[in-house]
């Protein structure tokens, strides 16, 4: 008895100790980290560039040396002194995907990126690594930060007004938020009745304006009011919605849309956007990341969505970095909610070819995507939520229609239906063999039904879960 005693009390100070954590090596404040990822198809280089700072903190202040995700980067914090890993931010990168395409086999060029992690009150060690296919890392630099480096630049309100278009929880009236640039637009909304956005409680999700200018503005808000309604109409979104802020950045362009390459239309946009990444006419997105966060400074964020002023087909979403959509496509909708999957929980594309990216998945490895399986470590993914005698793979059920067909209420009941059997079916992740997906159909394979599977409705909860319990 006394034994269990005191285990029981070894594993209370550990919890106190990971409780505070935080306030033992962290400040309230913001560390704005910018890098440069280099190389081509073989090779690769980090670079870092500089560190800025802000007012507050809104990313999570526990579980902070864990992570949800992989993902295809990681950026640790430790302790100069000790060695101590402090936090740990995983992620995925624009120039990895570049690297996999035809122009890094005969060119090098460079991207941008930038991360925030809480300012440490004390030096740290911080190393930024990039992996390959297989998981392993193939590039890794590691500098140190002083928080009283001189030449950390002080960033304050930049001037770009912001409004509040969702608060899934706020402060209470007897509090008092810390200072914070740009605090001065807190409509109700939707959500709590006034007061300020808990920040340290949500996701802090920002919706900046690409391709609008001042005079269509009011066009924005309406357009992000839009891209609430959209998000949380789709489980588990609608029972998780107070766990989110969403917030509307203004940012003004001087010329309306984004840039079209193939079309010689370039636009002067806060974040440049473009069509034609990597000479795909539909992938829009942008390569300069350090611009995004310097719209955003003055604006306390965890995940971005960048909303384009367009009603041309395009997109993209980047896991840990950032969504891009069109406001005016039909597909809007689908497109949103498809992409914020891939940039927040991390969810991989259920679709494919016939095997052009057929290296992006090997058959040794086991993808870290929570809704893709290479069967090589499967109970790691959703072999728990397997009916009993589920073969594998499961062959699909040939009374689904073909989503290209549909013509009648009941084909959409039954294809809809197809999205919550789970089963191990092959073909995902770009690939007809090999890589295996968890739903005949889901939101991550088409844009025709209306649902998340259950895997990716789960891996979306896991990861809300992850970043807003304490």
Not at 261 to 290: A, K
Request: charged share 20%.
């Amino acid at each position: 008895m006394k034994k269990m005693i005191l285990t029981i009390a070894a594993v209370l100070v550990s919890m106190a100790a990971v409780a505070q954590q935080f306030e033992d090596f962290f400040v309230d404040r913001t560390l704005r980290l910018d890098y440069v990822f280099a190389g081509n198809n073989r090779d690769q280089q980090i670079y870092f560039e500089q560190a800025f700072t802000t007012t507050r903190w809104a990313g999570r202040k526990s579980r902070l040396a864990d992570v949800p995700l992989k993902g295809n980067g990681q950026l640790t914090v430790r302790d100069h002194a000790t060695g101590q890993t402090l936090f740990v931010h995983t992620f995925s990168t624009l120039f990895q995907e570049w690297q996999a395409t035809e122009e890094a086999t005969r060119v090098n060029k460079a991207f941008a990126a930038s991360y925030n992690v809480p300012m440490p009150k004390q030096p740290v060690d911080i190393t930024v690594s990039l992996t390959d296919f297989h998981g392993k890392v193939v590039g890794s630099m590691t500098h140190t930060i002083d928080p009283s480096d001189i030449l950390i630049r002080q960033l304050g309100d930049n001037g770009i007004p912001y409004h509040y278009i969702w608060k899934g929880k706020t402060l209470p009236a007897s509090e008092k938020a810390a200072d914070q640039p740009g605090q001065r637009d807190y409509t109700p909304t939707e959500g709590p009745v006034g007061g300020q956005p808990d920040i340290t409680e949500c996701i802090d999700l920002a919706i900046v304006a690409e391709g609008y200018t001042r005079a269509q503005m009011g066009k924005f808000y309406t357009d992000c009011q839009r891209v609430v309604d959209a998000l949380f109409a789709h489980e588990p979104f609608t029972s998780l919605k107070d766990r989110f802020n969403v917030v509307a950045v203004a940012a003004e362009s001087l010329t309306s849309g984004p840039s079209v390459p193939h079309l010689g239309r370039w636009s002067s946009t806060p974040v440049g956007t473009h069509y034609d990444t990597f000479y795909s006419d539909r992938y829009l997105m942008t390569q300069d990341i350090h611009r995004l966060y310097d719209v955003l400074a003055s604006v306390p964020f965890e995940h971005i969505i960048v909303l384009v002023n367009s009603d041309t087909y395009g997109g993209g979403g980047i896991y840990n970095q950032l969504t891009v959509t069109t406001s005016d496509h039909p597909t809007f909708h689908q497109v949103l909610v498809h992409e914020f999957g891939h940039a927040y929980a991390g969810l991989g594309d259920e679709y494919f070819y016939d095997d052009g990216y057929e290296s992006m998945y090997p058959g040794d490895t086991e993808p870290w995507e929570p809704n893709l399986t290479t069967l090589v470590d499967f109970q790691s993914k959703w072999a728990d939520m397997m009916p009993k005698g589920t073969p594998v793979p499961t062959p699909a059920d040939p009374k689904v229609p073909n989503y290209r067909k549909i013509t009648t209420e009941k084909e959409q009941r039954l294809l809809d239906a197809a999205t919550q059997r789970v089963g191990v079916f092959e073909g995902g992740g770009y690939q007809s063999k090999g890589v295996y997906r968890p739903a005949q159909e889901c939101r991550m394979k088409i844009n025709e039904v209306a649902h998340f599977c259950p895997v990716c409705s789960r891996a979306i909860s896991r990861i809300t879960e992850f970043y807003t319990s304490h």
